[in-house]
C-alpha cells in the first residue's frame, strides 16, 4: 500500500518554462513534507520541504504547494533548466510518525 | 558532499552469501536511516536509528540486520543473499531525532547478487 504516490512517472519541459511535479498522500498523519533532487550514481539531495501549517512554501526558483484537504502537493520549478534534469521524490513524515515515507519519484527532463 | 559517507560503493558477491553495509553519519547527527532502492523503484525505508537506538522500521527482512555504533556509525547486515537483494543501499542521517527534518543521503552501495 503505497502512501506516498507520485503519478507520474516522467515529465519532459522545455527550457524557461514551468515545471509542475505532483505528489499525493493517504496517511492523514503525515504534517511534513519534503522533496528531494536525484541524479543518476549520487545519493538524494534534499531541497524543499513544507509543515502542514503552511499551504506555499518558496525558495528561489523552487515553490512547493500544499493542499491537506486534497492531500496533494506539488513542487514548481520556474524556470525550468537543463540542470533540473533528474528524478525528484516527494517524501513524507509527521510529528506523530516515525518514518519517512518516499514516492516513486519522477523523472524530469528539461530540454534545452 | 553531504557528509554522509558510505563503503563500500560497489559489491558484488553470490546468493547465500552474508554482506555488511557501512554508514558515517554527518558530524553531529545523532539519526541514521537506511533505504533500499530496486530497480525502477523509490526508496523503501528499512529503518531508522536514533543514538544506539532503534527508532523506527520499515519493510525490513529478516534477513536483514542493522546496528548504531556508540560512534554513531552504522552497519547494514544482510545474510542469505538472494538475486532479488540486488540494489541501491543508501544512509542518511539527520540531526536530533525529529523527524521533521532533512535528511542527507550518502552515495549508495551497489550490491549486486549473482
Known amino acids: 500500500d503505497q502512501q506516498v504516490k507520485q503519478n507520474s512517472p516522467s515529465l519532459s519541459v522545455q527550457e524557461g518554462r514551468i515545471s509542475i511535479l505532483n505528489c499525493d498522500y493517504t496517511?492523514?498523519?503525515?504534517?511534513?513534507f519534503l522533496w528531494y533532487k536525484k541524479y543518476p550514481a549520487e545519493g538524494p539531495t534534499f531541497l524543499i520541504s513544507?509543515?502542514?501549517?503552511?499551504d506555499k512554501n518558496e525558495d528561489g526558483r523552487f515553490t512547493v504547494f500544499l493542499n491537506k484537504s486534497a492531500k496533494h502537493l506539488s513542487l514548481h520549478i520556474v524556470p525550468s533548466q537543463p540542470g533540473d534534469s533528474a528524478v525528484y521524490f516527494c517524501?513524507?513524515?509527521?510529528?506523530?510518525?516515525?518514518?519517512?515515507?518516499f514516492g516513486p519519484g519522477t523523472s524530469l527532463s528539461v530540454i534545452p | 558532499d553531504s557528509g554522509v559517507t558510505q563503503t563500500p560503493k560497489h559489491l558484488i558477491t553470490a546468493t547465500g552469501q552474508r554482506v555488511t553495509l557501512r554508514c558515517s553519519p554527518r558530524s553531529g547527527d545523532l539519526s541514521v536511516y537506511w533505504y533500499q532502492q530496486s530497480l525502477d523503484q523509490g526508496l523503501q525505508f528499512l529503518i531508522q536509528?536514533?543514538?544506539?537506538?532503534?527508532?523506527a522500521k520499515g519493510n525490513i527482512l529478516e534477513r536483514f540486520s542493522a546496528q548504531q555504533f556508540p560512534d554513531l556509525h552504522s552497519e547494514l547486515n544482510l545474510s542469505s543473499l538472494e538475486l532479488g537483494d540486488s540494489a541501491l543501499y543508501f544512509c542518511?542521517?539527520?540531526?536530533?531525532?525529529?523527524?521533521?527534518?532533512?535528511?542527507?543521503f550518502g552515495q549508495g552501495t551497489r550490491l549486486t547478487v549473482v
Open positions: 496517511n492523514s498523519m503525515f504534517d511534513y
Open positions: 542518511a542521517s539527520s540531526s536530533g531525532g525529529g523527524r521533521n527534518t532533512e535528511a542527507f
Open positions: 517524501a513524507a513524515s509527521g510529528t506523530s510518525y516515525d518514518k519517512v515515507i
Open positions: 513544507i509543515s502542514s501549517i503552511k
Open positions: 536509528y536514533y543514538n544506539g537506538e532503534e527508532r
